[in-house]
C-alpha cells in the first residue's frame, strides 16, 4: 500500500479550534512534526501520522474525545463504546447498541438507525456542537463509517451522505474518504447503505479493538475508501509504478475490463484523471520520505523517475506551494 497524505486545512481547522480555546497552537504543530512554514501554506498536505498526531494532541489539551465542541465527551468513551460493541454476533446488533448508547452518554451526539426499502440510514444530530469548523461533524461522519467498516473487515459502500452544514471550499476532499459526494445544509449527519450489509458478522478481537484506538483518529482520515472508488481502482493499480514502470492507461482499462473511453468517463465524473492519480501518489510518496528525512532530495528524485533534481523540486512546489526543504524535520 502507498503512502497517504492529508490536506492541510484539517490542521488548519484544528488550529482555530485550539485557539478559540486559548491554546498555544506553535507547541501542538511542533509535537505533530508538522513545520509552521508547510502549516502555512494552503496546498500543504502532511502524512496521515503527524495528522495523528496533531488530533491527538487537541485531544489531550481540551480532555475531550469531541475536541470541546460541545457538552463534554471524556477522554476513554470511544473505548467503553467499542468494548460494548466487539463481541456484538453482526453489524444490525452493533448500530443498536450504538445508538442505545449514545441516548445515555452525556455529550454524545444522538444516534438512530432506520431501514426502509433495503436501505439503512444512521443519523447523528450534532446540533449541540459549537462547530464553525464543522470538525465535531466530520469526526462523527467519518468514526461511524470507517469503524463500522473495520469491524465487519469489509467497506461499506455508501449510497447517500448528508452533513449539516453549507458547502466549504474543500468539498472535493469528501470524495477519497467517504467514497461520495455529500448533500451539504442537510440537518443532520446521515449516512445511508444497503442493509444487506447488517447481517454481516463481526471479525475484529478486542486486541484488535486497543490496537485500533491507538491509531485514531488518524485512522479516520487516510484519504482512501477501502476501494469503492473507479479512482481508488486505478490507484491500486498504478501504486506498482512507484517501484517500476508505470503502466498505461490501456494497460489499467483492461486490467478493469473496460474500454479507455469509459474509464476516463468515470474518472472525470469522480473528478480526477490516471495523470492526476499518479501525480498524487508522487507527491505523497515524496512528502512521506521529506516527512522521515532518511533519503537526500536527489535520490528522492531518482527513486521516483526524476532525471533530475531540478524537474521534481519545480513539481514539488506545485503540488504543495514549499520547497521539499520545507517539509524537513526540524529537529
Known amino acids: ?62 480532555d475531550d474525545e469531541l475536541f470541546g465542541l460541545g457538552p463534554r465527551v471524556p477522554r476513554g468513551t470511544f473505548r467503553l463504546i467499542g468494548l460494548s460493541l466487539i463481541h456484538a454476533p453482526d453489524l444490525r446488533t452493533v448500530l443498536g447498541r450504538l ?7 452525556a455529550g454524545v451526539p444522538r444516534i438512530t ?11 447523528a444530530d450534532v446540533s449541540a456542537l459549537d462547530d464553525p469548523e464543522h470538525l465535531g461533524a466530520e469526526v462523527v461522519a467519518t468514526l461511524a463509517h470507517r469503524f463500522s467498516g473495520w469491524l465487519i473487515g469489509r467497506r461499506i459502500a455508501l449510497r447517500a451522505v448528508e452533513l449539516p452544514y453549507p458547502e466549504p471550499a474543500y468539498a472535493l476532499d469528501y ?12 440537518e443532520r449527519v446521515a449516512l445511508t447503505f444497503d442493509s444487506v450489509l447488517l447481517a454481516a458478522p463481526l471479525v475484529r478481537s478486542e486486541a484488535d479493538l486497543l490496537a485500533y484506538i491507538d491509531l485514531m483518529p488518524g485512522n479516520f482520515f487516510a484519504t482512501r475508501d477501502h476501494g469503492s472508488t473507479t479512482a481508488d481502482r486505478v490507484r491500486k493499480i498504478l501504486e506498482g509504478g512507484l517501484r517500476g514502470t508505470w503502466p498505461t492507461s490501456h494497460e489499467i482499462a483492461a486490467r478493469l475490463a473496460v474500454s479507455v473511453q469509459h474509464l476516463r468517463r468515470m474518472l472525470r465524473e469522480e473528478k480526477t484523471s490516471v495523470g492526476r492519480i499518479r501525480e498524487e501518489l508522487l507527491r505523497d510518496a515524496a512528502i512521506t520520505s521529506l516527512a522521515r528525512g532518511e533519503e537526500p532530495v536527489e535520490d ?27 517539509y524537513r524535520p526540524t529537529h
Open 113 to 123: 438507525v432506520t431501514e426502509n426499502g433495503g436501505q439503512t440510514t444512521l443519523a
Open 300 to 326: 528522492l528524485a531518482r527513486r521516483l523517475g526524476y532525471s533530475e533534481a531540478s524537474a521534481f523540486r519545480r513539481a514539488f512546489r506545485r503540488w504543495t506551494g514549499s520547497p521539499p526543504g520545507a
Open 1 to 62: 500500500m502507498s503512502a497517504q497524505t492529508v490536506p492541510i486545512h484539517y490542521v488548519h481547522r484544528m488550529l482555530r479550534v485550539a485557539e478559540r480555546r486559548g491554546f498555544d497552537v506553535v507547541p501542538l504543530l511542533r509535537d505533530a512534526g508538522i513545520p509552521e512554514d508547510v502549516a502555512g501554506h494552503a496546498k500543504a498536505r502532511i502524512t496521515v501520522g503527524q495528522f495523528g498526531r496533531a488530533a491527538r494532541r487537541l485531544l489531550v489539551l481540551t
Open 175 to 186: 470524495y477519497p474518504i467517504l467514497g461520495r459526494m455529500p448533500l451539504f445544509g442537510a
Open 99 to 105: 445508538a442505545d448508547a449514545s441516548a445515555v452518554l
